[in-house]
């Protein structure tokens, strides 16, 4: 990843949460390739200590922490090793977050003839596990909030405090599906904008990235087939994203930089912003 000019981030400590995942252990790289002191944290602790050894032997400033972002206790802790290592949290970079089979429809529409048949694994909306929902919503919208509740108390008038959130596509159309990551992720561009205004005389912005469609591990197998082939699902995500193509993780960074970067975005507060190739501003015709 090519260092941004003019973005100094020497004096900042950083908290990424899924921060070893693809999308997010992008943004801790660049994070510290930028000077910034980042704790990565995720549910994996060898994952995160990995990645931060990787950045550590490059010359960077990062430490891995585990951390539950649905555990208020878990949280805490991983604080109490962030204070004594680094300090206290200027950014929080909110990107821990994911689906579950259990939340999501086996076809895109509801037929008359689903009323009356018993296909085995076929599952309609009707069929949808509430455990699998709950986890669904749990790990996106309370898992950026609880970790915001923890983390964002020591930011009060430091003057330049900084939450970026991760959205979706799914929030402002939602996807056939996925009803509950699409409403999930829908409830946490809502509370983005919702703490944006709450926070906003005590000097911290909060924002979120909404990022289009990207080819990674985690939807792999969604999109591709075993031979390397785009499946059907995802050649139509691709002929509505009028770039033709998917996103890098990288190109997310540029969005990042200019959202944790105060002297550049010092009155942006409170807007998500897709970073999808064109995707949400096509209507198809």
């Not at 990645?51 to 032997?57: C, D, R, S």
């Not at 005389?201 to 924002?207: F, T």
């Given at each position: ?44 602790k ?50 821990a ?130 031979d ?58």
């Amino acid at each position: 990843m090519k260092k941004l000019d003019k973005i100094d981030l020497r004096d900042k400590i950083i908290v990424v949460t899924g921060g070893a995942g693809e999308l997010c252990g992008c943004f801790s790289k660049a994070l510290a390739d930028c000077g910034a002191k980042v704790a990565i944290l995720d549910l994996r602790k060898e994952a995160a200590e990995e990645l931060a050894n990787n950045i550590i032997k490059k010359g960077g400033i990062a430490i891995g922490i585990e951390a539950n972002v649905l555990q208020i206790k878990s949280l805490l802790k991983a604080e109490m090793i962030l204070k004594r290592e680094f300090g206290l949290c200027n950014i929080l970079i909110n990107g821990a977050g994911g689906n579950h089979p259990k939340g999501t429809t086996s076809n895109e529409f509801f037929t008359f003839e689903d009323l009356n048949r018993e296909k085995e694994g076929l599952i309609t909306f009707f069929d949808l596990d509430q455990k699998g929902i709950e986890f669904v919503f749990n790990l996106n919208f309370l898992g950026t909030l609880l970790t915001t509740q923890v983390f964002a108390k020591h930011m009060i008038n430091q003057k330049c405090g900084i939450i970026i959130n991760i959205s979706s596509m799914n929030a402002f159309t939602p996807l056939t599906k996925i009803p509950a990551y699409s409403g999930a992720k829908a409830a946490v561009s809502n509370f983005t904008q919702w703490l944006a205004v709450y926070f906003s005389k005590v000097g911290i912005r909060v924002n979120a990235i909404a990022p289009g469609f990207f080819l990674t591990e985690q939807n792999r197998a969604l999109l591709t087939n075993k031979d390397g082939s785009l499946t059907s699902r995802a050649q139509k995500i691709l002929n509505m994203t009028p770039m033709g193509r998917f996103g890098t993780p990288e190109e997310l960074i540029g969005t990042l930089l200019w959202l944790v970067d105060d002297s550049a975005s010092s009155f942006v507060n409170g807007v998500i912003i897709p970073v999808d190739g064109g995707f949400s501003a096509y209507s198809g015709v």
